[in-house]
C-alpha cells in the first residue's frame, strides 16, 4: 500500500477504535462524500469514454471512405491513384481529443485522493479540538 492509503486506512481505524455515534457518524459523511465524488468521477469518465468513441466512429467513417476513393481511383486509372496518394497523405485527419492530466478536476483542482486525505484530516482534527456541549 502506498502511503496515501494508509494513511486513509490510519484515519479510518483511528474513528473506529472509539465508536462513538459522533465518530460513526462523521465517518459516514465521509462515506457519503466519497461516494459522490466517485459518481461524478465515474459519469466524467463515461462522458470521456463517449468522446473517444465518437472520435474513433468519425475516424473509421474517414478511413472507409478515403479507401473508397483510392479503390475508385485505382478502378479508373493506376496512375490517378498513384498521383492521388500524396494528396491524401496531406489532408488533416480527425484528431482524438487529448486526455486531460491525472489529477486534473473541472476545476483545476486538488486529486480526489488529495481531497479525501484533506476531507479525513479535517475532520479528526475538528474531532479531536475542543469539545462542543451542543452535540
Known amino acids: 500500500m502506498g502511503k496515501d492509503e494508509d ?19 462523521e465517518l459516514g459523511e465521509v462515506v457519503s462524500i466519497i461516494t459522490g465524488k466517485l459518481i461524478d ?5 463515461e462522458g470521456r469514454m463517449d468522446e473517444v468513441e465518437s472520435s474513433i ?19 479508373a486509372s493506376p496512375s490517378a491513384a498513384v498521383d492521388a496518394s500524396p494528396a491524401m497523405a496531406s489532408e488533416p485527419m480527425a484528431q482524438a481529443p ?3 492530466p491525472a489529477g486534473a478536476g473541472a476545476g483545476g483542482g486538488m486529486s480526489m485522493m488529495g481531497e479525501l486525505k484533506q476531507l479525513l484530516a479535517a475532520r479528526r482534527a475538528k474531532s479531536d479540538g475542543p469539545s462542543d456541549s451542543s452535540d
Open 98 to 100: 487529448k486526455p486531460k
Open 57 to 75: 466512429s468519425s475516424l473509421e467513417s474517414q478511413i472507409s471512405s478515403l479507401s473508397s476513393r483510392v479503390a475508385s481511383g485505382v478502378a
Open 7 to 25: 494513511f486513509i486506512m490510519d484515519e479510518f481505524e483511528w474513528a473506529l477504535q472509539d465508536p462513538t455515534e459522533k465518530r460513526l457518524r
Open 41 to 45: 468521477a465515474f459519469g466524467k469518465i
